[in-house]
């Protein structure tokens, strides 16, 4: 390398230099742009599911007020429009599920787990985003809504 250096011109190795910083320019704004994009991405997908629980669960307040499971059933298989939505749980005040959806499923199914801590957000297990929304009628909660969503 040092020879084929050596017996180079000047403006050889001047352009040569020039070429690489350019280059790894270049490479670092093509990465910090794909950076930016897969965050946006990232961010756009929990406000979508985000909103989308807090719809949903807006729609399913009466369904919880007056115990018509089949009516909330019906709000949560709404989701269906939304291609990486996988499963939606009602859940009581307390974290008792009142009804569940899994995407394929026709009817509704009191199955879903217990949720120990009730809080809103969102979170991440493996490859899944999972969004915890209030449901809330007037000023008073009337239950949670969790909904999956998986982010492949």
């Known amino acids: 390398m040092k020879q ?4 180079a011109r000047i403006r050889t190795k001047v352009s040569g230099v020039i070429v690489l910083t350019c ?3 270049l490479f ?7 950076r930016a994009y897969w965050t ?3 961010e756009q997908r929990i406000e979508t599911i985000r909103g989308a629980a807090v719809t949903v669960g807006h729609s399913a307040a009466p369904s919880l007020r007056f115990k018509k499971d089949q009516f909330a059933f019906e709000d949560l298989k709404s989701l269906e429009i939304v291609p ?17 959806w899994e995407r ?3 009817e509704a199914t009191g199955d879903g787990r217990q949720l120990a801590a009730l809080a809103a957000g969102e979170s991440l297990e ?3 985003l999972i969004v915890t929304a209030p449901i809330t009628e007037g000023t008073s909660r009337a239950g949670w809504i969790r909904v999956e969503s998986s982010l492949t």
């Open 104 to 106: 394929g499923q026709e």
């Open 28 to 34: 670092g704004t093509l990465a910090l742009v794909v």
């Open 84 to 100: 990486s939505v996988q499963r939606a749980t009602i859940y009581w005040p307390d974290g008792q599920p009142f009804v569940s």
């Open 40 to 42: 946006n991405a990232y």
């Open 23 to 25: 280059s790894l320019l």
């Open 126 to 128: 493996g490859s899944r």
């Open 4 to 7: 084929l250096l050596a017996g």
